[in-house]
Each structure stands twice: as structure tokens, then as C-alpha cells.
């Protein structure tokens, strides 16, 4: 199945050249470039914001009236999720702005699930902005917070 899916791409010159700028990103291997393919058609398209609600990244309150309750995160697309959940313990590890992030988050008394929750969501920002500028990754020009 997935060599179907690699011929695929590698047929299509537009494929193919996103394919390479999402590999560029420390982190991103072919299961999360064939997930975003598949399942966020809507990548470079939408705002970072719209994207990170579709995904179910982004976090939605739980107010009512003077009651300010906790955010957290639901909906979105599930396979989506997974896999950029995946892709950011790698880029945890090995990107290093990802990294900083993590660490800067940590460090502000977050737990580790909420970090990686937000490292998701810039990870997903990153590629939306390389989907939509067209533009390889170049960690000098991204910020840790």
C-alpha cells in the first residue's frame, strides 16, 4: 500500500516537489506527508488558526458566563492528529526550534502532554506556511516562541 502511494506522488510533479519541502522539516517523514496529502487537502490554504481547529490541535474554552473553565483540545480529524502527534515527539528530539519550544514551554511549569500539544500546533503552522509560501524549511528564520 504504501509503495502505491510513493508511485503515486512520484508521478506527480506537484506532488512531488511538496513532498520534498514537507521532508525538509526536521521530523516529517513519509507517513505524516502522505497523512497531510490524504486527509488536510486544505493545507497552505487556510490561516494557521482554521487549520489548527480542523486538525483538532487548537484550543477550544470551556466558559460560561463569569465561569472561566479550562481549555483543552477535540475534534478534528483523527488520522491527521495521530500522525502529527508522531512526527513531533521526532522533531521533539531532532528539529531544533521544536525543540527550544518544548523546552521553553517545560520551563514555564506546562505539563509535557500541554507542550506537545503546542508543538503540534506550531509543527502544523510550519508546514502550512511551507504549503502555502512554497518554500523549504530554514530553522534561522522560524522563532522558539
Keep these: 500500500m504504501n509503495q502505491e502511494i510513493h508511485d503515486h506522488i512520484q508521478n506527480s510533479p506537484l506532488w512531488r516537489v511538496q513532498e520534498k519541502l514537507f521532508r525538509s522539516v526536521p521530523g516529517v517523514g513519509p507517513t505524516v506527508t502522505y497523512t497531510l496529502f490524504a486527509f488536510l487537502p486544505e493545507l497552505g490554504t487556510l490561516s494557521h488558526k482554521k487549520l489548527a481547529a480542523l486538525v483538532g490541535v487548537a484550543p477550544l474554552n470551556n466558559d460560561s458566563g463569569r465561569r472561566r473553565g479550562k481549555r483543552s483540545i477535540w475534534g478534528g480529524r483523527a488520522h491527521v492528529r495521530r500522525a502529527l502527534y508522531m512526527a513531533t515527539l521526532a522533531a521533539i528530539r531532532h528539529n531544533p526550534v521544536i525543540r527550544r519550544f518544548y523546552e521553553h514551554l517545560l520551563a514555564r511549569g506546562k505539563a509535557k502532554k500541554v507542550a506537545i500539544v503546542a508543538c503540534m500546533h506550531k509543527l502544523l503552522t510550519i508546514l502550512?506556511?511551507?504549503?502555502?509560501?512554497?518554500?523549504?524549511?530554514?530553522?534561522?528564520?522560524?522563532?522558539?516562541?
Design 128 to 145: 502550512n506556511a511551507i504549503a502555502k509560501n512554497g518554500s523549504y524549511w530554514k530553522p534561522t528564520t522560524c522563532h522558539s516562541t
